[in-house]
């Protein structure tokens, strides 16, 4: 799915069939195999906040708190403007929906095709990709608020846990752990990663690295 969002698709038409289906399948559906809830039971009494890649609202639909939560990279529930003349995001849920079951022969009907309502241009999904990415309001505000909670635990014990990142944007998560807890003695770092599960010399006698599948390692702790 991820390789085909990449596609040059003939139209608006055939690309928003594709994107509806992806979003919905990935955003709106119901498909959590529990392991987002068993994470939250771990941490739910504990001083956490989340700082993920992911795109998929999955901790919010598992019950996390949302202003714990740090979407560095995006949301598939929102739209935003192409070009983009507005630092604005708008919640896509009703028009996914429609296109997902109103297209046909592989196309959504034209006027889905949805376009910004200040300058005209087409919507795009609000995903990082390059410098059209728009980091609206509600962006700067989980910014800030993960700023805050990594000042406020500064040179506390601290846990760094690092579920499944991988090498595409290493920096924002797996690069910025190991340098806190290299930088902070009381840290520790933990990796849970399938295939993927390594850590620095420079923090190795603080580090814990599984190389498991993080379902069967939530389930076990």
């Excluded at 034209?110 to 309001?137: S, W, Y």
């Excluded at 760094?160 to 910025?176: A, C, D, R």
């Amino acid at each position: 799915m991820y390789s085909g969002g990449f596609y040059p698709f003939e139209s608006l038409e055939e690309h928003w069939a594709y994107w509806s289906r992806y979003v919905y399948i990935n955003r709106y559906a119901d498909t959590d195999n529990g392991t987002y809830k068993r994470l939250l039971e771990l941490v739910k009494d504990k001083d956490y906040f989340v700082l993920t890649t992911n795109v998929d609202h999955q901790f919010q639909k598992a019950g996390f708190d949302k202003q714990r939560l740090f979407y560095m990279q995006g949301d598939y529930g929102l739209f935003q403007c192409s070009e983009p003349c507005h630092n604005s995001t708008y919640d896509n849920e009703k028009a996914i929906r429609d296109m997902l079951i109103q297209q046909t022969d592989m196309k959504i009907p034209t006027e889905l095709i949805p376009h910004c309502p200040v300058c005209g241009k087409p919507m795009m999904m609000n995903l990082r990709a390059d410098d059209t990415f728009v980091q609206d309001k509600g962006w700067y505000r989980a910014s800030e608020r993960y700023s805050d909670f990594i000042r406020r635990h500064k040179g506390l014990k601290a846990l760094f846990l690092e579920l499944g990142v991988g090498m595409n944007t290493p920096g924002i998560v797996k690069f910025s752990f190991w340098r806190m807890t290299a930088e902070n003695p009381k840290a520790v770092y933990a990796c849970v990663n399938l295939g993927g599960a390594f850590a620095p010399t420079e923090i190795r006698d603080r580090s814990v690295c599984i190389d498991a599948d993080i379902e069967r390692v939530l389930e076990q702790l």
